[in-house]
């Protein structure tokens, strides 16, 4: 079945610095791609998705490209703030047709002032 | 924006107790999920429900666990005899339609076996 691998933190970053997620995929065909991010003490909220090859998602200042040639997925951010800190998921379906998705182990952030 | 619920927030149950643990899915979704979160670690897959009925289910999801929607608005994870494994935090999730669209989740429950 489809796969992420994902970058394991923990990331601690200064105020205002630049972030980058990495998140690598093996999947048959082209399956939508997802972030999703779970801040403390709460639930899973979805971030961002892509549904094709070279689509850009993108919400509140993150943004990932969907690269099937590097079959890449990462997340960046320009300028991250404290209330950034989550942890962060990277996700796609576990196959053609399935219903279920595969989460990579999530990679925690921690922005300090 | 609707919102998947989930109650209780947070249950604790003795060891061999049977556990019910509920969710209200956005209400036009078709496509109901559970996932378990164990303390530290990734979420995982646990059931996936359409038109009343199950339509995949992982490796977890032994005799011990079943779903439900008793009616038009909750879908229910019931453990029948818990274990001290089954301490997690169990997210239930919907969409509008099929895999590869997006799922919502809603805030969790926290489990706790003793």
């Known amino acids: 079945g489809n796969s992420v691998t994902q970058m394991e933190g923990p990331v601690t970053l200064s105020e205002e610095a630049f972030l980058t997620i990495n998140c690598t995929y093996t999947a048959t065909g082209y399956p939508s791609l997802f972030w999703y991010v779970q801040y403390p003490g709460e639930g899973l909220q979805l971030l961002l998705k892509?549904?094709?090859?070279?689509d850009k998602g993108s919400n509140k200042g993150f943004e990932a490209t969907y690269r099937k040639e590097t079959t890449s997925f990462h997340l960046e951010k320009g300028s991250v703030q404290v209330s950034d800190s989550a942890v962060y998921f990277c996700a796609l379906p576990s196959g053609a047709g399935s219903y279920q998705l595969t989460f990579g182990k999530g990679t925690k952030l921690s922005v300090i002032p | 924006e609707p919102e998947v619920t989930q109650t209780p927030s947070h249950q604790v149950t003795q060891m061999g107790q049977e556990v019910i643990l509920r969710c209200v899915p956005i209400?036009?979704?078709?496509?109901f999920y559970w996932y378990r979160q164990i303390l530290g670690q990734k979420v995982e897959f646990l059931v996936s429900?359409?038109?009343?009925?199950?339509?995949?289910k992982s490796e977890i999801f032994d005799d011990q666990f079943s779903v439900e929607r008793p009616d038009g608005s909750n879908f229910t994870l019931k453990i029948r005899s818990t274990k001290l494994e089954d301490s997690a935090m169990y997210f239930c999730?919907?969409?509008?339609?099929?895999?590869?669209?997006?799922?919502?989740f809603g805030p969790g429950t926290r489990l706790t076996v003793l």
């Open positions: 429900f359409y038109n009343n009925k199950i339509s995949e």
């Open positions: 892509a549904t094709k090859a070279d």
């Open positions: 209400s036009n979704h078709l496509y």
């Open positions: 999730a919907s969409s509008p339609l099929r895999g590869g669209d997006t799922q919502y």
